[in-house]
C-alpha cells in the first residue's frame, strides 16, 4: 500500500469495503490527503469507478468545507481588520487600501502557512481523533474586550547588525510613546524584538536606540530568516506565551501596536505575524502618528447613527496604489471582535536614524520556547544578487538632475509618471540628486539613490530614447549615456551644457514639460518610435 | 616581523614630498632601514605649490645637496628676476625684488610636482632598498599605532600595522598623524592659507619670446593690491620649461569672511590687464589644483615629536610666508632631514622621545625655527593685527595726508627698499594694511596705468573639474559632512576651491529644502569632485579624512 504519509497513517483498503461501506467509513475523514491516498490505493487495486467517485465526491465536500470554517481564512481576517479603516477615510482611499490588502492576502495564502492553517484549524474544531503533528498547539484566537498595551518594534538585522530600518523604527516609536504618555498620562513601552543568532548584543542595542524593553530569541538555527520559525516565535512572544521569568514583565494579551520593517523579510513576516494574531496590516507606511478618532460607522460603533471615539488609534499614512496620494489607514475593534495589535510595516528611510545613547537603560529579556520541526525548509546555498537597480536594456529612460530642487518630491512623481507612461521605461537621476540634501517624501524617496545614479561612477544605459529633465550635461554624466539612440533634454537655461550633445532641446520648465510630455505619450500624441529613431522634423 | 605578528622597520617614513623623501635618504645615509609609505599613485600625484623651491644659503641641507641632479633632471627653470606688482584698478606699479629674492638664496627653481616628487622617489627607492626598506606607493596610513598609551607605529588602510623605532609623519598639510597625536588640529582658519593654482600650456620656446628670457633663465611675478575684492593675499606667476604656474595664496579667514570664490579670485589675475602681455586668447589650462598651506608664524610646531614620532614639513606647520615669499619645500627638506641625523645620533637611547627631541634642538640650533617663527612677528603682531589698530592705520592711510605720505617720491623709494628688506617684509602684520590697502594705494598714487586687452577666457569649474583626473572610491566617501547646517558648513560651499554658490556640480552647495513646514537652507557634499585640499577640513563641520590609497584626485602637473 502506497499510504505511509507523513500526516495519517492508513489502515484501512478500500478494496476490502464494498462501495457503500466505503462512502460511509469514509464520511468520518476530514483530511484531504488522507482521502487522496484511499484514492490512490482504490486506482492502484480494484479501480472500480463507483468507489472512486465516492471518494472524490467526500475529497470535494471536505475542499468545499475549509474556507467557510470559523476562523480558517486568515486572509479574510486581514481584510476585515484593514476594510474597516476606509469607513473613517474618504472613499478613494478604500480603493487603495484594498488593492493592497489583497496583495497583503495573496501573499499569506500563497505561502505556505495559509494551508498549515486551514489544517490547523480543521483539527482544532473538529478532532478528528488523528494524530496531527500540530494539534496539540493552543492559541488565543481574536479577542474580545482584551488588554493591549506598549509599541512592538519588530527589528532586522543582516550580517550581525540591526538593519537602519530597524533603528529608525525604535527611534519614530520612542518619539510615539513619549508623546503618547504625554497625551494619555500612561507610561507604556516601546518593546524591541530580535529574533537571530547571537543576538543577544543586538538586543542591549536596541535600548540605546530608544527601546525599554527588549525580547530576544537566539538560536543557530535563525541565523537567516525563514518564516515559519520567525512567525511561529514573533506571534509567541506577541501574546505572552512562555515561561514565567520570560513573561513576568508584562501584563496584557498582545501588544497594542507593532511595526515591522516593509523589507522583503519584513513584508512577510508582517503579514504572517499579524494574520497569526488574527489583526490586520498596514503595508509600506510613510508616516505615523497617534490620536483619538471619532467613527460612525455601524459595522464599527455597532449602532447605525451612533458616533463613537476610538482613543489611541495609531494613523498609518501610506502611499495609495499611485504612489503620489495618501491614505491614512486606521485598524479598528469591531464591537464584538477586536483588532490588536494595530500593525503597520515602515518604508525604510522614512524616519531619521536616532542618535544612539549608550546610557539608556532598560530591560532585556530571553524569550523561551520550545523550537519544533518548523525548519523544513533548509538553505543549503546561497548566492548575493547584485544590488539594486538595472537601468539597463530598456528602449527608454528618463533620468532627472538637480533641476528638481524647487519641489523634489514632485519633480520625482513627475519624473516617475513620465516613466510608467512608456511601455519599457527605466528611471534614472544624476549624481547630482544621490548626494543632495534634498527632503523626499517617503514613496519617492527610494528613487533618490546611488543604484538609480547613471554617469561615470554609476551605471551606464544607451536606450533608444534618453530624456534628461533638469540635468546640466557634467562630462561625468555624458560619458554614461553616450551611447543612447536620440537624446532629448528638458532645461531652462539655453545655454546649458547638455545642449551640446542633444537631439532635441526643450527650453522650458521641468514642473510643466514633464506633465505635458507624460500626457502627449499616453495618449499616443508623441510618436515615441518616430522620435527614437531621430526621424521626425523639428 | 616582530614576534607579535607586525611588520617591523627601523624608520618609516609616511609621504614622499620633500620632507618625507629628505628623512628618507638621510635615513638611508645613516644605514637605517628605512620604508617610505605614500598614498598616491605615484609621488607628486597628490601635491601641489607654486612652486618656488628654495636653496638657502643659510640652511643645514637643500635638496640639490641631499639629491644630487635635483635642479638640472626635476625641476623646471631657475628663477633670475622677481617683480611684485601693487595692482589699483588698472594702475599698477611694480618693483623690482631681485634684491631680497636673492637674499640668502643660493638658487632658486621652478618645479612641478609631480615630475619633481616622482624623480625623488626613485631616488629614494634606491637609496631606501640598499638599507632593507624601499617605497611604497597606493598605501594611505590612517593612523598611530599605540601599545600601552605609547606610539610605536602606524597602521594603514592597505597594510597590516607596521611597527618602527622611528616614525617620521612627512605627511604634509592636513596630517592624519598630526592630528592623532594631538598635535596639531583642523580648527582655526587664521592659522592657514588656500592656495589655488593654474598650470597653463605654452607652447616650447615661446616662453623665451613673450617673457624675454633665454634658456636657462626664469621670471616670478608677484601680485597685490585690490584686484582680489579686499580679500587678504596674493598672487604669482612663475616660468616652468614650457608652461606657467599663476596661482593665488590668500588667507583663509579672510576668504571665509569674504565669502569669496576661490577660482573667481584666480580669474580675476588671469584676466587682469597686466596678464595680457604673456597671455593671449588661446589660453590652454592644463590643470586646476588647490591645497591648504600653514602659516609657521603661528603653527610651526614648537615641539615637533611625541614618542617616536618625529613630525617634519607641511605637517609640522613648517611652511614660511615672508610676505609675498612662500617658503614651504625647502624647509621640509631641512626638517626631513635633520629629523633623520637626530635619530642617527640618538639610535639605541632608551628615552623614545630622545630623537624627537634631538631634532627640535637641531631646528632651533639650525636657525630653521627663528625662520618659521621669527621673534619680531611676535611682537609685531600683537600691536599690528588688532582689529583697532588696523583701523586706525587703515583711516590714515586713506585719508589725504596718509596718501600723500605713501604717495611721494620718496616714499616710492622707501616702499621699493622696505620690500627688499627681509626684516620689514617679514614683520608686516597679516592684515588688509600690509596685503590690500598699502599696495593699492601704492598702485593709485604711483601706478601707471595699464589698458592692455586681455583675452582670456578661463575655464569654468564644471570644466576644470572635468579635466582633472579622478579614481572615484565609489560608495566610500573620505569627508563625511557632521553638521549639514548652513551655520556649520556654509562657508565651504564658497571656501571649497571646487564649490560654488549656484554651481551643482561641486562638493559642497547649498540647498533650500522644505522641511515639515518651514525653509531652511542646508549643504550637502558630494566627495567625487574633491580635490583634498583640505580647506572644508577647516571651515566646515565635518570628519574628514584623505581617501584610500591611490584613490580620489590625481595630479598630472601639481
Ligand atoms: C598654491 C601653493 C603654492 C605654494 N608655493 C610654494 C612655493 O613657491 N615654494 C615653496 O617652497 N612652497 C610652496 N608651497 C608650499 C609647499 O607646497 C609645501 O610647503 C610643501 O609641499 C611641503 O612639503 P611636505 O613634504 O611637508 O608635504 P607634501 O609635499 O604635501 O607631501 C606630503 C606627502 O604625503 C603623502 N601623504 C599624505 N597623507 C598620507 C597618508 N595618510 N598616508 C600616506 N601618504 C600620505 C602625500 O600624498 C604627499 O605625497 C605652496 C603651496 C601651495 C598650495
Ligand atoms: C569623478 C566624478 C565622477 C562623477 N560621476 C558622476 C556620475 O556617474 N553621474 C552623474 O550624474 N554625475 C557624476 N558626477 C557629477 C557631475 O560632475 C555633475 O556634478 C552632476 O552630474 C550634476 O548633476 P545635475 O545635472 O543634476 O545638476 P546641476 O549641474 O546642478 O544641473 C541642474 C540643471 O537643471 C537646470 N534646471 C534648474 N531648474 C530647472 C527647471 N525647473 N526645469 C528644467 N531645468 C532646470 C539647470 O539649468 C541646470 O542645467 C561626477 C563628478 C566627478 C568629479
Ligand atoms: S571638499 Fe573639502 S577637501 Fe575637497 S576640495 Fe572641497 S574644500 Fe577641499
Redesign the interface.
Known amino acids: 500500500m502506497n499510504c505511509g504519509r507523513t500526516r495519517q497513517v492508513i489502515e484501512m483498503d478500500p478494496g476490502e469495503h464494498t462501495v457503500d461501506e466505503l462512502a460511509e467509513e469514509i464520511a468520518s475523514i476530514d483530511d484531504v490527503e488522507t482521502l487522496e491516498s484511499i484514492l490512490d490505493a482504490e486506482r492502484g487495486g480494484d479501480d472500480r469507478k463507483t468507489a472512486k467517485e465516492a471518494i472524490e465526491r467526500r475529497i470535494e465536500a471536505v475542499g468545499e468545507d475549509e474556507p467557510t470554517e470559523d476562523g480558517t481564512a486568515s486572509a479574510d481576517d486581514v481584510d476585515g481588520g484593514e476594510g474597516s479603516e476606509g469607513d473613517a477615510n474618504e472613499t478613494d482611499d478604500d480603493a487603495g487600501d484594498a488593492d493592497e490588502t489583497d496583495d497583503d492576502a495573496g501573499d499569506a495564502d500563497g505561502g505556505e502557512t495559509s494551508d498549515g492553517d486551514t489544517g490547523e484549524a480543521d483539527e482544532d474544531d473538529e478532532d478528528d481523533g488523528l494524530s496531527h503533528p500540530t494539534r496539540d498547539k493552543k492559541h488565543v484566537r481574536a479577542l474580545q474586550g482584551g488588554d493591549y498595551e506598549d509599541m512592538w518594534v519588530f527589528c532586522e538585522t543582516q550580517a550581525g547588525e540591526l538593519t537602519d530600518v530597524s533603528k529608525e523604527m525604535l527611534g519614530k516609536a520612542r518619539e510615539l510613546m513619549d508623546a503618547y504618555a504625554e497625551e494619555y498620562g500612561d507610561e507604556e513601552d516601546v518593546v524591541a524584538v530580535v529574533i537571530g543568532e547571537d543576538c543577544a548584543e543586538l538586543a542591549e542595542e536596541t535600548i540605546a536606540y530608544g527601546a525599554d524593553v527588549a525580547v530576544f530569541h537566539d538560536d543557530p538555527r535563525l541565523s537567516r530568516f525563514v518564516h515559519k520559525p520567525y512567525t511561529e516565535i514573533a506571534a509567541h512572544m506577541a501574546r505572552g506565551q512562555g515561561s514565567l521569568e520570560s513573561t513576568e514583565w508584562r501584563a496584557y494579551d498582545e501588544p497594542r501596536y507593532a511595526l515591522f520593517p516593509a523589507t522583503n523579510n519584513g513584508r512577510d513576516l508582517s503579514a504572517l505575524v499579524q494574520a497569526e494574531l488574527d489583526s490586520g496590516l498596514a503595508s509600506d507606511c510613510s508616516d505615523l502618528f497617534i490620536e483619538d478618532v471619532e467613527i460612525s460607522n455601524p459595522v464599527k460603533t455597532g449602532e447605525p447613527g451612533v458616533k463613537k471615539v476610538f482613543e489611541r488609534v495609531l494613523h498609518m499614512k501610506r502611499p495609495d496604489f499611485s504612489g503620489f496620494e495618501y491614505s491614512t489607514i486606521l485598524c479598528l475593534d469591531n464591537p464584538d471582535r477586536d483588532f490588536h495589535p494595530q500593525g503597520a510595516s515602515v518604508i525604510p528611510g522614512t524616519f531619521e536614524v536616532p542618535e544612539p545613547d549608550p546610557d539608556r537603560e532598560g530591560l532585556v529579556v530571553e524569550h523561551e520556547m520550545e523550537l519544533e520541526d518548523w525548519f523544513g525548509v533548509e538553505v543549503l546555498e546561497h548566492d548575493q544578487l547584485d544590488e539594486g537597480v538595472d537601468l539597463t536594456g530598456h528602449e527608454v529612460v528618463v533620468c532627472l538632475g538637480r533641476g528638481i530642487g524647487d519641489d523634489p518630491t514632485l519633480g520625482m512623481e513627475l519624473g516617475l509618471e513620465l516613466t510608467d507612461a512608456f511601455e519599457d521605461a527605466a528611471f534614472g537621476i544624476t549624481r547630482g540628486i544621490v548626494t543632495s540634501s534634498y527632503q523626499f517624501d517617503g514613496h519617492v524617496e527610494a528613487y533618490s539613490k546611488e543604484e538609480r545614479q547613471i554617469g561615470e561612477t554609476g551605471q551606464e544605459v544607451a536606450p533608444e530614447l534618453y530624456i534628461a529633465a533638469g540635468v546640466s550635461g557634467a562630462v561625468q554624466h555624458k560619458v554614461g549615456i553616450d551611447d543612447s539612440g536620440t537624446i532629448v533634454a528638458i532645461n531652462t537655461d539655453p545655454d546649458a551644457r547638455i545642449r551640446d550633445f542633444s537631439d532635441y532641446f526643450i527650453e522650458g520648465d521641468l514642473f510643466e514639460v514633464l506633465p505635458a510630455l507624460t500626457e502627449a505619450v499616453e495618449s499616443g500624441e508623441l510618436p515615441v518610435e518616430a522620435l527614437a529613431d531621430g526621424g521626425i522634423d523639428r | 616581523m616582530s614576534a607579535n605578528g607586525y611588520e617591523e622597520f627601523e624608520a618609516v617614513v609616511v609621504g614622499c614630498g620633500p620632507g618625507g623623501a629628505a628623512a628618507a635618504a638621510r635615513l638611508a645615509d645613516h644605514g637605517v632601514e628605512t620604508l617610505v609609505l605614500e598614498r598616491g599613485v605615484e609621488a607628486g600625484s597628490k601635491n601641489v605649490s607654486g612652486g618656488l623651491i628654495y636653496g638657502e644659503k643659510s640652511a643645514p641641507y637643500t635638496a640639490e645637496e641631499l639629491f644630487p641632479g635635483f635642479r638640472e633632471e626635476a625641476a623646471e627653470r631657475p628663477v633670475t628676476e622677481t617683480y611684485i606688482h601693487n595692482v589699483a584698478g588698472d594702475r599698477v606699479k611694480s618693483y623690482d625684488l631681485t634684491d631680497i629674492h636673492e637674499h640668502d638664496t643660493a638658487w632658486c627653481e621652478a618645479v612641478l610636482r609631480r615630475k619633481m616628487d616622482s624623480w625623488l622617489e626613485k631616488r629614494v627607492h634606491e637609496r631606501t632598498s640598499e638599507t632593507g626598506g624601499g617605497v611604497l606607493t597606493d598605501v594611505r596610513v590612517n593612523g598611530l599605532l599605540r601599545e600601552n598609551g605609547e606610539i610605536v607605529g602606524v597602521t594603514c588602510d592597505e597594510l597590516d600595522p607596521i611597527r618602527a623605532e622611528l616614525i617620521v609623519a612627512a605627511d604634509g598639510v592636513n596630517s592624519e598623524l598630526a592630528r592623532d597625536a594631538g598635535l596639531m588640529d583642523w580648527e582655526e582658519p587664521e592659522e592657514w592659507f588656500q592656495g589655488v593654482k593654474a598650470v597653463v600650456d605654452v607652447e616650447p620656446g615661446e616662453i623665451e619670446d613673450r617673457f624675454a628670457l633665454g634658456e636657462d633663465e626664469g621670471l616670478a611675478h608677484l601680485f597685490s593690491g585690490d584686484l582680489f575684492e579686499g580679500v587678504r593675499g596674493g598672487g604669482f606667476l612663475y616660468t616652468n620649461e614650457s608652461s606657467l604656474s599663476i596661482g593665488t595664496v590668500f588667507h583663509l579667514d579672510s576668504l571665509v569672511e569674504r565669502r569669496a570664490e576661490p577660482h573667481e579670485l584666480l580669474d580675476a589675475l588671469l584676466t587682469h590687464p597686466l596678464l595680457a602681455q604673456w597671455l593671449d586668447a588661446d589660453y590652454d589650462e592644463r590643470e586646476y589644483a588647490a591645497k591648504l598651506v600653514p602659516d609657521s608664524k603661528k603653527v610651526a610646531l614648537k615641539e615637533p615629536y611625541a614618542d617616536r614620532l618625529v613630525v617634519v614639513g607641511d605637517a609640522a606647520g613648517q611652511m614660511q610666508a615672508q610676505g609675498p615669499i612662500i617658503k614651504g619645500m625647502n624647509h621640509a627638506v631641512t626638517a626631513g632631514a635633520l629629523a633623520a641625523d637626530a635619530f642617527a645620533v640618538t639610535r639605541g637611547n632608551a628615552d623614545p622621545e630622545a630623537a624627537g627631541r634631538r631634532y627640535a634642538t637641531m631646528l632651533e640650533e639650525s636657525g630653521t625655527m627663528s625662520k618659521l617663527r621669527p621673534r619680531r612677528y611676535e611682537l609685531a603682531r600683537t600691536v599690528g593685527e588688532r582689529d583697532l589698530v588696523t583701523r586706525a592705520v587703515e583711516g590714515v592711510l586713506d585719508s589725504p595726508v596718509g596718501r600723500l605720505a605713501l604717495g611721494n617720491r620718496l616714499a616710492d623709494r622707501a616702499l621699493e627698499r622696505a620690500y627688499n628688506s627681509p626684516y620689514l617684509v617679514s614683520m608686516l602684520p597679516d592684515t588688509r594694511t600690509g596685503y590690500v590697502t598699502v599696495p593699492t594705494i601704492v598702485g593709485e598714487q604711483h601706478g601707471r596705468p595699464v589698458t592692455w586687452e586681455n583675452e582670456v577666457e578661463p575655464p569654468e569649474l ?1 570644466d576644470r ?2 579635466d582633472l583626473t579622478y579614481d ?1 572610491d ?2 566610500n566617501p573620505h569627508i563625511e559632512l557632521l553638521d ?1 547646517s548652513f551655520e556649520a558648513s556654509g562657508a565651504a560651499v564658497y571656501a571649497c576651491p571646487v564649490s560654488a554658490e549656484g554651481f ?2 561641486g562638493c559642497y ?1 547649498a ?5 515639515n513646514g518651514g525653509e531652511e537652507t ?5 566627495t ?1 569632485p574633491c580635490v583634498e585640499c583640505g580647506t572644508c577640513a577647516v571651515v566646515a563641520d565635518t570628519d574628514w579624512e584623505h581617501p584610500r590609497g591611490g584613490k580620489g584626485v590625481e595630479y598630472r602637473q601639481g
Do not use: K, P, W, Y
Not at chain 2, 540647498?511 to 522641511?515: G, I
Not at chain 2, 542646508?522 to 558630494?526: G, K, M, T
Open positions: 564644471i573639474i572635468g572615484t565609489v560608495g549639514e551643482g556640480g552647495r540647498e533650500t529644502v522644505r522641511t542646508l549643504v550637502s557634499l558630494d567625487q
